[in-house]
């Protein structure tokens, strides 16, 4: 307990900066990865070729690798300068938004086939057919598999600590120059990630589900 | 599939294609251009960065380190999978003393960051007095714990996605509870259930580049290291390229793997899928 109270400071700076991260991530990694989804099921071929290939390869690419890339490569390639913080935001979305893209395409298969039969009867073309009447019926299915896909993201947002980013992950590194005990410190941290993924999102995610649930 | 969402094309569709074909491509190719030209124009490509990955000794190296990455993830696949019946098992016991723990042993270790669990074992446990704790152990327990979690949920969808009557029989011809589970539902449940297994597998791999923020002597650490020689132009865009290129290389093969064995699956087993897919 001493540890936590002690350094209370330490522990809110570091959850804050998670959360951050964790929200931004959620919310580039939401509108890309649905992007993708779109791309992978248009009428175009090449559109679908590129968002095959952008989801096998950065989906078969370990995160620590991208964030490596955008922490310690980006810089040699004289480009405008982000901090860390943003590059590690930025990697995070890039890999989130292929799990994204996979949750929604999935999604989309799940929509009966009648419900875009319909829409092309009516003369509605591939992008009204695709927002207007499949996207907001595969978006509720999709809720468990999606939510499951954040709280992956909730935990990955610690890979970032390896990369100069203040967050609940660097807590460690902190706590080990200030000669504090390394064990209890940790497994607070521990303990904060379990409140926060089994006491706020999945209950969340149940209580979606059951709120969005189709009848089929 | 996803067919559906679009009629046959006509002239006027065929027409619309090309020209969103061409403007794909061209975007594609002007996004690659760029990163491409960035690299050359901050000089990524020179030979003097390059020049590191021709010595025999790093060539050498970087065989071992693959060599480290396929260990870590060899001992964590077993485990994991290992854990993973355990656990199952033990979820479905009929016991409740049996039961509890191994559900909540699941639901805690899916909610702890894998990394933080490594930081446990690697600097948490040595600060109260713990020896003997190896970037490696630190690794390979903390990917068995969390894996060994996750795919104790895959088995139990899997032995939950049988027909009840598979049950019923085994326990009808005098098998008790645990035979039944052992002799009868896990094997079906493991063949039903070998896709979103190798996946899992997929990631494990994915994750044991987590060991080179520990310290742990892999592949991205390696590479890393490597680009911090100063005397060889700090090549870390290089580095990162051919550490890149090596996982890449090494998960396609196992989900090749993945898809091989789910188009064997399914030409054969017709038993409902569940759903059980967990991001890495």
Redesign the interface.
Request: net charge positive; charged share 10%.
């Given at each position: 307990m001493n540890v936590l109270l002690d350094n209370s400071q330490l522990f809110i700076d570091g959850f804050k900066n998670t959360g951050i991260l964790f929200i931004f991530s959620a919310f580039f990694s939401l509108i890309l990865g649905t992007i993708v989804a779109g791309m992978?099921?248009?009428?175009?071929?090449?559109?679908r070729a590129?968002g095959t290939f952008y989801v096998?390869?950065v989906r078969?690419?370990?995160?620590?690798?991208i964030l490596?890339?955008f922490a310690?490569?980006y810089p040699?390639?004289?480009?405008p300068e982000i901090s860390f913080m943003n590059a590690a935001i930025v990697g995070l979305s890039l890999y989130?938004a292929t799990?994204v893209s996979e949750a929604i395409r999935s999604g989309?298969?799940t929509v009966s086939?009648g419900q875009?039969?319909a829409a092309?009867a009516i003369g509605l073309p591939?992008m009204q057919?695709?927002t207007l009447i499949?996207l907001p019926q595969a978006f509720r299915s999709v809720v468990?598999?999606l939510f499951?896909?954040f709280i992956?993201?909730l935990?990955?947002?610690?890979?970032a600590?390896?990369f100069s980013v203040l967050e609940?992950?660097s807590i460690?590194a902190t706590l080990?120059d200030l000669g504090e005990?390394?064990?209890p410190g940790?497994?607070w941290?521990?303990l904060i990630?379990?409140l926060l993924?089994?006491g706020i999102l999945s209950p969340l995610q149940r209580y979606l589900e059951k709120k969005w649930k189709v009848a089929r | 599939?996803?067919a559906?969402?679009?009629?046959v094309?006509g002239p006027k569709?065929r027409t619309r294609?090309v020209y969103?074909?061409?403007v794909?491509?061209i975007v594609?190719v002007g996004i690659i251009g760029f990163i491409l030209f960035?690299?050359y124009?901050?000089g990524?490509f020179t030979a003097q960065k390059w020049e590191i990955f021709t010595f025999p000794r790093v060539q050498e190296m970087f065989l071992t380190v693959i060599g480290t990455t396929l260990k870590a993830f060899a001992v964590a696949a077993v485990g994991s999978l290992v854990l993973g019946i355990i656990l199952a098992f033990g979820r479905l016991a009929e016991a409740k003393w049996l039961s509890l723990p191994c559900y909540w042993f699941t639901?805690?270790f899916?909610?702890?960051?894998?990394?933080?669990?490594m930081?446990?074992m690697y600097?948490?446990?040595p600060?109260?007095g713990v020896k003997g704790i190896t970037p490696f152990i630190a690794v390979v327990v903390g990917l068995i714990l969390y894996n060994g979690s996750v795919l104790a949920e895959v088995f139990r969808a899997g032995i939950a996605s049988l027909p009840k009557g598979q049950r019923e029989a085994g326990l009808a011809i005098g098998l008790s509870n645990g035979q039944v589970l052992r002799t009868i539902l896990l094997p079906q449940a493991v063949r039903a259930m070998l896709p979103v297994i190798i996946a899992q597998l997929?990631v494990i791999m994915?994750?044991?580049?987590?060991g080179?923020?520990i310290t742990y002597n892999e592949i991205?650490y390696y590479a890393?290291f490597l680009?911090s020689q100063g005397q060889y132009g700090?090549p870390?865009?290089p580095g990162?390229m051919v550490?890149?290129v090596i996982?890449?290389g090494l998960?396609?093969i196992l989900?090749g793997v993945a898809r091989y064995t789910e188009f064997k699956m399914s030409s054969r087993v017709k038993v409902v899928k569940a759903?059980a897919?967990?991001?890495?």
């Open positions: 992978r099921v248009s009428p175009a071929p090449a559109m590129a096998n390869s078969n690419t370990p995160l620590t690798l490596a890339f310690l490569g040699k390639l004289g480009l989130t799990y989309i298969n086939v875009s039969e092309r591939f057919t695709l499949v468990p598999p499951s896909v992956a993201l935990k990955n947002t610690t890979v600590a390896g609940a992950g460690r080990s005990p390394l064990l940790l497994l941290v521990a990630f379990v993924v089994l | 599939m996803s559906v969402l679009f009629d094309p569709a294609n969103l074909n061409t794909t491509v594609v960035r690299f124009e901050s990524q639901e805690l899916r909610a702890v960051p894998l990394l933080i669990l930081m446990i600097y948490g446990l600060s109260v997929v994915k994750d044991t580049a987590l080179s923020l991205l890393t680009g700090s870390v865009v990162l550490a890149a996982y890449v998960c396609l989900s759903k897919g967990i991001a890495g």
